[in-house]
């Protein structure tokens, strides 16, 4: 199985953390490739970093520099960061970095593994560049993100599953860059939007919410999701949902405007055991959790909450304030939209 993970200087220890949760979990792999895109990473720290690889007799990890890559296109499109980084559209060339291999799973830094991966590693995907699952919160991606209004499966970019065969055959590295030419630093959500607008549905292969489940929305947010499910806008059931829930295998710890992410100490979501438990087999482990930090006084108000994060009330107050904020529109639980 190969892995890729992108991380730079401030987010290494949650990559070494989710790193750790899939070598624990797929110890029955023959062998685990890892390549860590490393942007501007100090050698100590790449090598604190892969320690965590040390307990594995069936893990090789190779951190890369993807400056000779990236810069290339910085100086010819207008890439927008996210959150202080570029590295993730290394999907651009992502058949030049790895000429070689057939197959490559790119997992985001805030994603936990709680099962083993081999079911999606062997996935089918037919003439498809790559296995994505839905984005959990997919209208309002399609209401930000303007171009996809006419989406019907606009996909999340945490966990993407690549067939490079199929992307060099389907030229996925020059669709990328002409959705870069195109439209550069209006991508709201920088990769993931290129991704988006460059492949059709066709050419993407919809893994189901075990996958990728979003721990950082509320139940009660995916419930209104799954009564949103349509067949013009596909989603996902209720008793998909329930069926994911029951046998999760990747967590994606997602959000920004509010503390869901496992390594602040206001997150207090069920899912921040498993995140823990991975966490104290790392260099990192005797390394105080973050404090969130407020803003000003409503992003204190709500953070006094996070302990409920789960109930209806705070999901109640997420909305009201990610609507406050300009995060996307209010979504009614109408199924005929």
Known sequence: MNLLYGTNAGYCGQTAVSMRSVFENNRDMEEIQVYVLCEAVPQSLREKMCSVADDFDNVQ?????????????????????????????????????????????????????????????????????LAAGLDCTPFLALHVDKPFYNTPYYFNAGVLLFDLNNCHRHELQQRCRNVLRGYGAKLEYCDQSMLNLALPPKLVHRLDLRWN???????????????????????????ELNDALADLRL???????????????????????????????????????????????????????????????????????????????????????
């Open 61 to 129: 990890i190779t951190c890369i520099d993807p400056a000779p890559f990236l810069k290339p296109m910085e100086k010819e499109f207008q890439m927008r960061s996210w959150r202080g980084s570029s590295v993730q559209y290394v999907y651009a060339c992502i058949c030049d970095v790895f000429p070689r291999l057939d197959r490559i799973l790119w997992l985001d830094g805030d994603v936990a593994c709680c099962g083993s991966m081999r079911e999606l590693w062997e996935t089918d995907m037919g003439e498809a560049c």
């Open 213 to 239: 489940y979003p721990a950082g929305v509320s139940r009660l947010a995916m419930n209104c999701v799954a009564l949103r499910n349509t067949l013009q806008k596909r989603t996902f059931t209720s008793a």
């Open 251 to 337: 967590i994606h710890y997602i959000g920004g405007s509010l503390p869901t992410k496992p390594w602040f100490q206001e997150y207090q979501s069920p899912f921040r055991v498993d995140y823990l438990k991975y966490r104290a087999h790392t260099p990192w482990k005797d390394e105080p959790l973050k404090i969130w930090p407020r803003k000003n006084g409503w992003d204190s108000f709500v953070t006094s909450f996070s302990k409920t994060w789960d109930t209806p009330d705070m999901a109640g107050l997420a909305g009201a304030y990610q609507k406050l904020r300009g995060w996307g529109p209010k979504v009614k639980n109408n199924k005929s939209n």
